[in-house]
């Protein structure tokens, strides 16, 4: 495969003088194009053929649909190279424009994919809110198979808060639909999830009974990813179990499977596992061995730090087993510096996706949001300019009468002083008497009122 799609260059300028059919056409084979670089794992192709395409589609009215394609496209690259964050991003977008031209089904799984993608960026609660918008996006429009994943999905969020029981009622409902649709993929997904929450309750010989449900039938779908996912798990249950011989053989069997895998993240996490079982089991020269396959495979790609950290930890570990306790010291102070760079690379993603999880939030209650703050802004301008307008009139010149004080309004009357202030302020009177006006009206009072009381 070539390193540039080879009508980009000249693609750009046809895109902007081509008719509406010719358009399309050109934007699906750009798409086809990147997509096919992505399957090929050429990840930087398909990554830089998709921008290009935006870029070309930036100042072209319409072609939402293929905007929306290629966002998608973009969010899946950087989910499979790591960058969660940028996916997000994308994701996102992708789902905003699909909804602006109403394409519900293309936008619930992209809106769910959203809530996935928080949850490793750490936003649970924003994780929790865009699956229950999903959800609802799902039932309005009777997208069943769809409706399941994202319960599967909150099941997930429930089993880390520990709420096992409400999250197996989310499993069952899931289940029941993926039966009726006898629909393998799903029903994996859900053995492995009820697999994760027995473990957790301690139930381990339940726990592994539904593992190895879903990885056969993971291996028997032969989605690659998803296979290597289950055997990752499954192997982390058996060493839990203290049964690493059956953990390296799982680890094994799946890598036979996938040994070409386009998913270095997948694939370095059953390297892992089976490094820790190896290490388990009392072979730590091959558990070293097996750490060198996984960081070999980690050359070409960016980020996974946790996974890379994990590994060091383990061959840390087999060193000093193997007696060599420099080795030892050195690959632990690379894991300390790793996993701080992990910590501090997780709080900044985790800032960035709640920052992300406010603008899903903002954009789905936007136009509601600001038509409220107008009413509120008009309803306290109109306030302020009545206002205003009477203290200008306050303040201007008044003409007052040199003899009885009343003052000539606008339409040429004159008022009391009095009720011509009152009726242009909120000020109010009351009624009194000076101690001038006392001693003249009333002076044999006055006389005898204290004289602190006149002055």
Not at 122 to 132: F, N, R, S, W
Not at 201 to 215: D, K, Q, V, Y
Not at 417 to 435: G, K, N, P, R, V
Request: aromatic share 6%.
């Amino acid at each position: 495969m070539s390193n540039r799609c080879p009508s980009l260059a000249v693609l750009a300028e046809e895109l902007r003088n081509a008719n509406a059919e010719r358009l399309q056409e050109l934007t699906s084979e750009i798409y086809q194009y990147a997509r096919k670089a992505y399957r090929g794992n050429d990840n930087s192709l398909a990554e830089n053929t998709c921008c290009e395409a935006l870029n070309m589609l930036e100042h072209i009215p319409g072609m939402i649909n293929e905007r929306a394609l290629l966002y998608r496209l973009l969010a899946n690259i950087y989910n499979k190279t790591g960058d969660y964050r940028k996916s997000l991003e994308n994701s996102h977008v992708s789902a905003e424009l699909f909804l602006s031209i109403n394409e519900i089904e293309k936008a619930v799984p992209v809106y769910s994919n959203c809530g996935v993608l928080l949850h490793y960026l750490g936003d649970d609660a924003g994780a929790y809110q865009t699956y229950l918008q999903a959800l609802e996006l799902a039932e309005k429009n009777g997208f069943e198979q769809e409706k399941a994943r994202i319960l599967l999905n909150i099941a997930s969020l429930l089993e880390a808060r520990k709420e096992y029981e409400e999250a197996l009622e989310k499993i069952d409902q899931a289940e029941k639909i993926f039966k009726e649709d006898s629909n393998k993929r799903g029903l994996a997904y859900s053995r492995c999830e009820i697999a994760e929450i027995n473990l957790a309750m301690g139930n381990t010989e339940e726990s592994l009974i539904n593992h190895r449900i879903a990885f056969d039938l993971r291996k028997e779908i032969g989605i690659e990813r998803e296979l290597l996912s289950s055997c990752s798990k499954f192997s982390s249950a058996l060493i839990e179990a203290k049964q690493p011989e059956k953990a390296i053989q799982l680890c094994l069997e799946a890598m036979e499977t996938a040994h070409q895998s386009h998913w270095p993240s997948a694939l370095t996490e059953v390297l892992l596992r089976l490094a820790e079982a190896q290490l388990e089991n009392g072979s730590p020269a091959e558990t070293i061995i097996t750490v060198c396959k996984a960081e070999n495979i980690f050359e070409a790609f960016e980020g996974f730090l946790e996974n890379r950290a994990q590994l060091k930890r383990v061959e840390s570990k087999a060193l000093r087993a193997l007696g060599e306790l420099e080795g030892a010291y050195t690959t632990l102070c690379e894991y300390l510096e790793m996993e701080e760079k992990r910590l501090i690379r997780r709080r900044d993603e985790t800032i960035s996706g709640l920052k992300i999880a406010m603008e899903v939030k903002a954009s789905l209650r936007e136009k509601e949001v600001i038509a409220k703050k107008n009413d509120e802004l008009t309803k306290t301008n109109n306030q302020l300019t009545a206002a205003m307008a009477k203290v200008k009139t306050l303040s201007g010149m008044l003409p007052i009468c040199a003899s009885c004080k009343r003052i000539r309004d606008d339409d040429g009357y004159w008022q009391q002083i009095e009720s011509y202030i009152s009726s242009h302020s909120t000020a109010e009177f009351s009624h009194s008497l000076c101690s001038d006006c006392v001693e003249k009206l009333y002076p044999e009072a006055a006389k005898k009122l204290p004289s602190d009381l006149l002055k």
